[in-house]
Structures are given as C-alpha cells and as structure tokens.
C-alpha cells in the first residue's frame, strides 16, 4: 500500500499496455525498502517488538519448486527454533539495510517467519484468515485487527519505516520488549509474493490491496501486483467466495485493474464504487489523493468457483520470469 506519485493524467490518456502480451512479473523486488536513517526507537522496534509478531513457518505448509521452506533458504532467513517468539533482541540481520541481494525475491527487511508456535498455529487458524498486501503506514491494518477480534491479519510490508511506523502504535516506548500485542495480527516483511506461494490452498478469506504503488510507466506494468500471472496464484489460496478489496487513486492503475480483471473468469466482477465502501477503514494514501482531488476507486472482487476443466496452480506452479530475462 502506498505511493507517491500522483498518477499519469486523466483515464483516457493512459498509453494502453494490453495486459494478454504482458511479460510475467520478474521476479525481484523493486521500490524502496528504506527511507531516511533510522532512529534509534526505530531501530529496537526491529529488533525487538518485530520478532514478537512474526509469522510462524509451520502455516506455511507450500512449497516451492526448489523444494520446502528450509533454515538455508537464502531468500528468507527464518529465526532459529532456538529463539522463543518474544524472545528480544534478534541479532542483526545482515540482509536489512543492504542492497537486495542476488536471491530472488529477498527482503532487506528481517525476515519474520518463524519455526516455532504450533500452539500459536492454532489460534491463527481457528477463525478467518486475512492478508494485506503492502501496509504502507499499518492504520488500515491496525483497524482491522481492533475491529475483527475474530479474524487473523498477515500484514505485508518490506518498507522499514513503514513496518516501524504501525510498530510505533501499537507499543510504547520503552516497552518493546514487553507491550501486549494484539493476538491476531501477524507480520511478513518479504515479498508478498513468496508468502502466497507457500500459503496452503483457499486458506484466505480476505485479501486487501490498497493503493499500491502504481508504476504508471508502460515498460513498468509488469512489476503491478494486479497482473494476468499473478491471478491464478490468488485463486489458489483464496476459498471460494473470499473477498479481494482494491483501491487506487491512480487513473493509469484503475484503468488497469479493469482491463485485467475483464479477462479473466476466477473473479466476480463487479463495478467499483467511488466513495469508501461501509467497513474499509481509510487510510493515509486516500487522504493524500483526496486532498489532492484524486478519485480513488473500490473493488470489491469475489473468488468464485474454477470453470469446468480449468486447473489452477499449486504452490510451485507459478514461476515468474527472472531479472533480466
């Protein structure tokens, strides 16, 4: 969730990029992962507070085509089983604050996937499942495990001062280490991308993408999280009758999302609505684009049930192109 750019101008001047003849989505990260220099509140917050409300691994039952989630994967680094979840501080990451790294998909944020929790693991499965893709400044999420109780959030971001930012509300300074926490709200700090490929089939019944980054130029529409490639995956892990809710104030975005989503036949499509919809809390970006007249959009898609002879991906099944290919 988030972005600075205020868009490419009006609908129907968008350089249309059909999205049938689009390349795959390589497979790296791109944008920021940092900002300006940490502080030090900030720096404890990612040493301590994160490693208490990271993801445990035994959710994530996929696999990957080289094979399961191991304690050698260089494209997540997991905590050791030796470090309890609240254990605080974690040594040092030396991926965070570095370049990327040559490993597909790697983070330069601390990983938060876990080895430990199987008591934890149940308590995240017994009610709904949700998933925010890009927290941005974490209100919308906060909001959602405050108002939900009942649901669990994995809640994704790779922006440090992003993920320090929700961080920063939910504990006090000081009390890092210690704060109450809220029980269903988990944090993954990799792509999302890896996440969904190894998250088990229709395991989520929420899927929130607010505001992503847009990357409005045509030679960038493949880098958009609303991609042909990427819709099997999300029909994978998504039940029947999930709901995937996106936003974007950008007229070269929305024009996208609609050109998508009418090609394909996993979703309901729906026409998007043009104030915020009963039940989605707002967010920063929207008051950003509003104050700046910007008309933000609200999708509301439904997974609905695979047509006859349609088989959808398992975990290993979608590959994106690598960089440079």
């Not at 997540?76 to 030796?82: F, I, L, Q, T």
């Not at 920063?168 to 990799?190: F, Y």
């Not at 088989?311 to 590959?319: E, I």
Request: charged share 25%; hydrophobic share 40%.
């Amino acid at each position: 969730m988030g972005k600075d750019g205020p868009g490419a101008g009006v609908e129907g001047s968008v350089r249309p990029v059909r999205p049938t003849t689009l390349k795959p989505p390589p497979d790296r990260l791109y944008g920021r992962a940092r900002g300006h220099k940490l502080r030090p509140r900030q720096e404890r917050l990612l040493d301590v507070t994160l490693p208490r409300l990271a993801l445990p691994e035994t959710l994530l039952t996929a696999t990957l085509p080289g094979g399961p989630l191991s304690a050698d994967s260089p494209s997540v680094g997991v905590v050791r089983p030796d470090s309890p979840l609240s254990e605080p501080p974690l040594p040092s990451s030396p991926l965070r604050g570095s370049p990327l790294p040559s490993s597909p998909l790697s983070s330069p944020v601390r990983s938060t996937a876990v080895r430990s929790g199987a008591a934890l693991e149940g308590s995240l499965l017994a009610g709904p499942l949700w998933l925010e893709v890009g927290f941005g400044g974490g209100e919308h999420a906060l909001a959602q495990v405050r108002a939900h109780p009942e649901a669990t959030l994995i809640a994704c971001e790779v922006f440090e001062n992003g993920i320090c930012s929700l961080l920063s509300a939910l504990v006090p300074e000081g009390d890092e280490a210690s704060a109450p926490l809220p029980p269903n709200l988990r944090l993954w700090t990799d792509d999302a991308r890896v996440l969904l490929r190894r998250l088990p089939d229709a395991s989520l019944d929420r899927l929130f993408l607010l505001f992503p980054d847009p990357w409005p130029k045509a030679r960038h529409a493949k880098r958009r999280f609303v991609h042909p490639a990427m819709l099997p995956l999300l029909a994978r892990v998504m039940r029947l009758g999930a709901e995937w809710r996106v936003a974007s104030d950008d007229p070269t975005y929305q024009a996208w999302v609609r050109d998508v989503m009418a090609t394909q036949t996993l979703f309901e499509i729906v026409p998007p609505a043009t104030t915020r919809p009963d039940g989605w809390p707002p967010t920063r970006y929207e008051a950003k684009a509003l104050r700046a007249g910007r008309q933000p959009l609200y999708w509301t898609f439904r997974r609905r049930e695979s047509p006859v002879g349609e088989d959808l991906p398992r975990a290993s099944g979608l590959v994106p192109e690598r960089a440079g290919q």
